[in-house]
T-cell receptor
Framework: EAGVAQSPRYKIIEKRQSVAFWCNPISGHATLYWYQQILGQGPKLLIQ????????DSQLPKDRFSAERLKGVDSTLKIQPAKLEDSAVYLCASSLEIAGSYEQYFGPGTRLTVT | QQQVKQSPQSLIVQKGGISIINCAYE??????FPWYQQFPGKGPALLIAIRPDVSEKKEGRFTISFNKSAKQFSLHIMDSQPGDSATYFC?????????FGAGTTVTVRA
C-alpha cells in the first residue's frame, strides 16, 4: 500500500512570497491532517479534514494560511505571504476515519525555509 | 500552551540498555495515548498506543506504563539497539485531535 505522498520535499522562498504544498493521502483514508513541525518541537495540528469538510482549523493562522481538499482526496496548503517564522517542516497525515485519529500515517513532509 | 510535557529532551544509551522517556498531561479528557517514532527526513510513525484504562502495554521491546492518577505515562525501550536511534514523541488524543510532546532524541551507542 502506498503511503502518504507530499511535494515538494524542500522549498526555499523569501519572506512575503507565497508557497503551496500538496498532499495525497493513503487511498481510502477519509481524514486528512496538516501539521507544522518547527525544529526541536513536536508536530502542531493546523487543520483537519473529514472527506472534503473542515473538522478543525482553530490553530490555522487564517490571515496567511489556507487549505483545501476539494474532492475529498488530495489537499493543498498555501501560505501567502510567508514570514520568517513559517520556516518549518509541514507534515501531512491521514487516517482511515476520524474515529481512528490516534493512528495517523504521516508523509515525509515538506521542509520550508523562509529567508 | 503545550498540553503534553515530555522529558528528557535527549538521551544516550549503550546498546542493550534501557531507554526511558516520560510524559505528563493535565487534560483529563484525553482518551488515547500513542507514541510515535521519527527518523531524520521521515514523518512520525505510530509505535505503540495505550488507553487510560490500562496500566501497561508491551509490544516486543517497547512498553508503555500509564499512571492515570498521576497523569503520567512513559515509554521503556528494552535492549536498545542502534536502529532505535530516533526521535520519540508522546501524544494524547482528545476530540479526535492529537497533541504532541516536544520529542526526545534517543541515541544508542554500539
Amino acid at each position: 500500500e502506498a503511503g502518504v505522498a507530499q511535494s515538494p520535499r524542500y522549498k526555499i522562498i523569501e519572506k512575503r512570497q507565497s508557497v503551496a504544498f500538496w498532499c495525497n493521502p493513503i487511498s481510502g483514508h477519509a481524514t486528512l491532517y496538516w501539521y507544522q513541525q518547527i525544529l526541536g518541537q513536536g508536530p502542531k495540528l493546523l487543520i483537519q479534514f473529514q472527506n472534503n469538510g473542515v473538522v478543525d482549523d482553530s490553530q490555522l493562522p487564517k490571515d496567511r494560511f489556507s487549505a483545501e481538499r476539494l474532492k475529498g482526496v488530495d489537499s493543498t496548503l498555501k501560505i501567502q505571504p510567508a514570514k520568517l517564522e513559517d520556516s518549518a517542516v509541514y507534515l501531512c497525515a491521514s487516517s482511515l476515519e476520524i474515529a481512528g485519529s490516534y493512528e495517523q500515517y504521516f508523509g515525509p513532509g515538506t521542509r520550508l525555509t523562509v529567508t | 500552551q503545550q498540553q503534553v510535557k515530555q522529558s528528557p529532551q535527549s538521551l544516550i544509551v549503550q546498546k542493550g540498555g534501557i531507554s526511558i522517556i516520560n510524559c505528563a498531561y493535565e487534560n483529563t479528557a484525553f482518551d488515547y495515548f500513542p507514541w510515535y517514532q521519527q527518523f531524520p527526513g521521515k514523518g512520525p510513525a505510530l509505535l505503540i498506543a495505550i488507553r487510560p484504562d490500562v496500566s501497561e502495554k508491551k509490544e516486543g521491546r517497547f512498553t508503555i506504563s500509564f499512571n492515570k492518577s498521576a497523569k503520567q505515562f512513559s515509554l521503556h525501550i528494552m535492549d536498545s539497539q542502534p536502529g532505535d536511534s530516533a526521535t520519540y514523541f508522546c501524544a494524547a488524543l482528545n476530540d479526535y485531535k492529537l497533541s504532541f510532546g516536544a520529542g526526545t532524541t534517543v541515541t544508542v551507542r554500539a
